[in-house]
């Protein structure tokens, strides 16, 4: 598997660990889709950090950006494996864009944002 600085067992909310199709990904080397971005690093905590004040009532991890906008791609500890579709800095209670069953749902509409942003 490809180094990526993610984020780590302490870092990660209690009972939630990466799911294994967005690991396989990235271990293929899926990581950057444009316009979509791998979060990684001192941004991916950044950004978790940034969404934690904003959004305090959910325990969003993400793991994705949108080059373009504002929007964000991210679990919820405590949910299913759904994928969440966050526009950051949105009003509390109208960050909600879109949510996908997994992250393999959510993969195919990135590979659809990629071919329509060209």
Not at 17 to 24: E, G, T
Not at 33 to 52: F, S
Not at 66 to 81: S, Y
Request: net charge negative.
């Amino acid at each position: 598997m490809k180094n990526v600085d993610l984020l780590s067992e302490p870092e990660l909310p209690e009972n939630f660990s990466y799911p294994q199709q967005f690991m396989r990904a990235i271990a293929c080397g899926l990581a950057d889709i444009e316009p979509w971005y791998l979060l990684v690093g001192q941004p991916l905590r950044d950004t978790m950090k940034g969404l934690k004040a904003r959004y305090p009532d959910r325990k969003l991890i993400p793991f994705a950006r949108r080059q373009d906008n504002d929007d964000i791609a991210c679990w919820q500890a405590g949910a299913d494996e759904s994928v969440f579709i966050v526009h950051d800095f949105a009003a509390p209670g109208w960050e909600s864009r879109d949510k996908f069953i997994n992250f393999y749902d959510w993969l195919r509409r990135a590979i659809e944002d990629f071919i329509e942003f060209e």
